[in-house]
């Protein structure tokens, strides 16, 4: 238990568990497995009757799923996205709640061999799954101008993505850049001091949406959700940026994930999901300063009509 603790720190853990409105004899998904905290205060809520269904494609995470009951836990090591074709290997036609927190956890940011931080020295690499997919070193080194433009200023949303991917594709002919401190050596001149720490997360996250391909890999999970949940089903999600809590509120609200509304004759919204809570929920004041990560989370929660 400990491993897992300090592998990270859950966020928003009663709030959002409470969301998924558990029935003890009910088939839950954990899509985001992390260190296990939600998933191990589902499990306290079912009984032998009941089942959870962990994912997470990361091998330090499968290791933290060591001792839990197997007679109501199956991990699978897998992406998200492939959600709905796991379960049905597993004989699961519906489920009546999922719970995903897409932060990453605190243990990558922490490890300097994965290259998820700006504070540390280390390979530039953020893949979640080490198995397979390019670097964050590929994509800095590989992709045109104007490929790295788009990744800076769409999931990064950075005014100046352009003049940042001229500058790589400068240094990079002169030096191939492999390190996180031969990436800052070329990023860092673009901000000022009292800005350096947030712009630069902004270039680390755009980077990491873009080697994990995290925004497809969202609508795809949540397509799958949608599908698997019977009526009744709980759908929760914590998001910690807005490009990721557009899409989940796009098709909480609408049933689609580019928000587009279909409209009966009497002008009312054709969804498959009723808002459980119309205001996002947030961490306590207490939470955030126990647990800085969680500052920026955002909860949802909608259930199947």
Do not use: C
Request: charged share 30%; no cysteine; glycine share 8%.
């Amino acid at each position: 238990m400990e491993q897992g603790m300090t592998y990270h720190v859950p966020v928003l853990l009663k709030e959002s568990v409470d969301g998924l409105n558990i029935g003890k004899g009910g088939i839950y998904v954990d899509v985001t497995f992390g260190g296990g905290g939600h998933s191990r205060e589902i499990l306290s809520r079912l009984d032998a009757s009941g089942h959870l269904y962990s994912f997470d494609q990361d091998a330090d995470a499968e290791k933290n799923a060591e001792g839990f009951d197997v007679e109501k836990f199956t991990f699978v090591r897998s992406n998200f996205r492939f959600l709905k074709n796991f379960l049905m290997y597993h004989g699961v036609e519906q489920v009546d709640g999922l719970l995903a927190d897409l932060g990453v956890s605190s243990h990558h940011f922490d490890d300097s061999d994965r290259g998820f931080s700006f504070r540390f020295e280390g390979k530039l690499d953020m893949r979640m799954n080490q198995r397979a997919g390019k670097t964050a070193a590929d994509v800095v080194n590989t992709y045109d101008e104007k490929q790295l433009a788009d990744v800076l200023y769409l999931y990064g949303e950075l005014k100046q993505s352009r003049k940042i991917a001229s500058a790589i594709v400068k240094a990079r002919q002169a030096k191939k850049v492999e390190t996180i401190g031969d990436f800052l050596d070329i990023v860092k001149p673009f901000f000022r001091t009292e800005r350096e720490k947030k712009e630069l997360a902004k270039v680390f996250q755009a980077l990491r949406i873009e080697v994990n391909h995290e925004m497809e890999a969202l609508r795809e999970m949540l397509k799958g959700a949608t599908e698997m949940l019977k009526p009744g089903g709980r759908l929760v999600v914590i998001t910690y940026h807005s490009l990721e809590d557009r899409i989940v509120k796009n098709l909480m609200k609408t049933g689609n994930v580019e928000g587009e509304e279909d409209k009966d004759f009497f002008g009312r919204v054709n969804t498959p999901y009723r808002l459980v809570n119309r205001q996002v929920i947030v961490p306590s004041d207490e939470e955030m300063q126990r647990n800085p990560r969680s500052r920026s989370a955002k909860l949802r929660i909608a259930e199947k009509i």
